[in-house]
């Protein structure tokens, strides 16, 4: 993990990260000011960042969302006050309103950015200034720790670039926390392609099927939010295995970019999971990221002791070689 320390202090009403990344200054530099990249890493796992306006001058504004997995999308602003490329980055950070206008309702905070060059890259540390003991206490309590260090983790793969950060390295699996999992695999291929192959059912029904020797029975898709979904599959005659599927509602549809959804075992009262989907584009190859969300520990773990993994590796090698023809 990048980050290695965050702290609060009460008295001097700030909170630091630190996180040190194996990239030159100027590398880092440029994630943080490029709002393509920026929004790749600046939301956590669930909040993807989207910039609407992005501009770098003293005085000058940046304007973003973040869409959570049920379609809230809180909005902030950035008023840049301090700009000393590539080492030192101030903005005054503030929620807004659908019109751009400041939430007088939510604290303003003042956020600086450092970038300091060291023997194996770059240290970035973060510092925010807060107005008040009730404003430090109010973002705190909404998750502003947690948040900023999953945020900031997810740097290192746009640094690194997507083919270094995932290429061959097949279906990877991370463990988040208790609840959550982070699913990613690296397809050759343009990402309108792989979204197609998500979302078309006469595609889908070409590789998702899990392991050899199963079929995809059912593939009904409603693609709008609000929309609901079922899908089954069966085995072959003479493969092991009973039909099973999953049905489900879609939270958030982005295209090609995202999609969420809930996930059901159809016919059971297992509880649901959150599906969040999310494609990124570099060079040619897509990055597919799931971000799964599991009720709880028990029920994480019994569904990856199934061979969850292995068996979305076959389907993605399935998905690859779809793209390529």
Known sequence: MPVTDVTTDPEALT????ADFAAPVERVWTAFTDPSQLELFWGPPG???TFTEFDLQIGGRAQYRMTGPNGDAPRAAWEFI???APHRLEVIDSFVGEDGEVDPEMPSMRMILTFDETPSGTRVTNTTHFASHEALEQMVAMGMVEGSTMAMSQLDRVLEGLRAY???????????DDTHVSITRLIEGPRDLVWRAHTEPELMKQWLLGPDGWQMTVCEVDPRVGGRYRYAWAPDEGVEGAPFGFDGETLVLEAPRRSVTTEHMTDTDFPSTLNDL???EEDGATLITVLIEYPDK???DMVLATGMTDGMETSYARLENLIAR
Do not use: H
């Not at 909170?15 to 630190?18: A, I, N, P, R």
């Not at 390295?169 to 988040?176: I, W």
């Open 298 to 300: 028990d029920t994480r």
């Open 47 to 49: 909040w993807p960042a």
């Open 82 to 84: 301090g700009i000393d």
């Open 166 to 176: 995932a290429q061959g390295k097949g279906t990877q699996t991370e463990l988040l």
């Open 278 to 280: 999310s494609l990124s």
């Open 15 to 18: 909170m630091t990260l630190v």
